[in-house]
């Protein structure tokens, strides 16, 4: 089988800025501890901002102002602190890369004379969040990875002759970031990949969808349906047009992948589905 070695190489311009700490402020009503909508809200397109970034560690400070007692603010603190780690755990990021969650207590004023008293305090009354991102992996010779049948199309794989256990990537089929459906420029090879699976009505075979950017072969997020099963939304959506087309369904199952198998290149990559042969009889052309 022809083969193609992918690999990827980092420009130091990438790895600077894929090595910058991450913030963002929470900020909170006086003796509240509980997150207001609004700051909520903010707080979730933050947390998606994370969804593709291999995270080292995530820090959560929490703060009162100065007024109160010593010991109030600091449990008042605490509890801040302890709202926004539970928000972060409810929206499918680990726990375990949550390092720190710690209450401050107050930020003293540093001077009384010629500031706003009420912004100030306003702005103390927060949760400080830091996001060390992971320096990307060095790319050695034992890390590059090896595609089979990605010289020659799937297309014209599906035409020659074909054995149980081959392996097909669908090139020219990508998927939108945290979806499952294909992008419009994918539409002309997927329907050529069908015609020809129509035809040769003897190739049974299994649909196995992947996704990219999260850690420990975790699944991802479809953002349609709030699931986390991305990678299987995205064979299931394959597996549904090829019905659609004519396909038998006895023909197929369709398997969800994880992240279990990245291929060390362009995301892009990785957000993919490959069909696995599983059975060959005879058929008729």
Do not use: C, R
């Given at each position: 089988m022809n083969k193609l070695i992918v690999f990827t190489i980092c420009c130091c311009c990438n790895l600077i800025f894929s090595l910058k700490e991450l913030t963002h402020d929470v900020y909170f009503d006086?003796?509240?501890?509980?997150?207001?909508?609004?700051?909520?809200?903010r707080l979730l397109t933050f947390i998606s901002t994370l969804k593709t970034l291999e995270i080292a560690s995530i820090?959560?400070?929490g703060f009162c102002d100065d007024t109160g007692a010593a010991n109030y603010n600091l449990i008042l603190s605490q509890q801040r602190a302890d709202a926004i780690k539970s928000i972060f755990s409810n929206h499918d990021i680990n726990e375990a890369l949550i390092s720190n969650v710690d209450g401050k207590g107050?930020?003293?004023?540093?001077?009384?004379e010629d500031i706003n008293l009420l912004k100030t305090r306003g702005q103390n009354r927060k949760v400080s969040i830091i996001v060390k991102p992971k320096p990307p992996t060095p790319i050695r010779a034992e890390n590059v990875h090896v595609v089979k049948n990605h010289i020659k199309s799937a297309v014209?794989?599906?035409?020659?002759?074909l054995k149980v256990g081959d392996t097909l990537?669908?090139?020219?089929?990508?998927?939108t970031n945290g979806y499952s459906y294909p992008k419009a420029e994918s539409k002309k090879t997927l329907e050529a990949i069908a015609d020809i699976l129509v035809k040769r009505n003897g190739i049974y075979f299994s649909i196995q969808g992947h996704v990219c950017c999260t850690p420990y072969t975790r699944d991802a997020v479809d953002k349609k349906t709030k699931k986390h099963n991305l990678s299987l939304a995205r064979a299931k959506y394959i597996y549904d047009?090829?019905?659609?087309?004519?396909?038998d369904k006895k023909r197929m199952r369709y398997l969800g992948m994880r992240r279990k198998f990245p291929l060390g290149g362009d995301p892009k990559f990785d957000r993919r589905v490959e069909l696995i042969i599983?059975?060959?009889k005879d058929e008729n052309l």
């Open positions: 006086t003796d509240k501890h509980q997150v207001a909508s609004y700051e909520e809200n820090s959560i400070f107050q930020i003293l004023l540093k001077k009384i014209h794989l599906l035409k020659g002759d990537t669908l090139e020219n089929i990508y998927f047009y090829f019905e659609k087309k004519g396909i599983t059975y060959i």
